[in-house]
């Protein structure tokens, strides 16, 4: 399992913790400190489209009009810290963010 996300961000580090209190073998990669490749986004992007950009962040509210409207995976090439977290991947299986749905998913009853 991988954990793409940053290590300042809250969701990340829950997710993070409750994955290996479960068991899990989790990585963990910062995609600012080691941005994602082109195959890497590319591969995000088809899963999740524009919802990997996270639009609530006070980062994506100072970008000037023209990042804003630039499409995701050029944006996320330029700014890995606008990407939503955090991404788990597991096997085969992406998952955005650590709401409940994810959770349930992902760690045992």
């Known amino acids: 399992m991988i954990i793409y996300g940053l290590n300042t961000c809250a969701n990340t ?22 941005p994602l490749s082109e195959v890497e986004l590319a591969a995000l992007i088809a899963e999740f489209g524009d919802l990997l950009v996270d639009r609530k962040s006070n980062d994506w509210r100072a970008l000037s009009d023209l990042l804003k409207y ?34 349930k998913t992902l760690l045992p009853s």
């Open 70 to 103: 630039s499409e995701a995976e050029d944006l996320l090439a330029v700014k890995p810290k606008l990407m939503a977290r955090p991404v788990i991947k597991d096997g085969d299986a992406y998952y955005l963010g650590w709401d409940e749905a994810v959770q």
């Open 13 to 34: 580090q829950k997710a993070r913790k409750a994955l290996e209190a479960a068991g899990n073998d989790v990585s963990f990669r910062d995609v600012r400190a080691e």
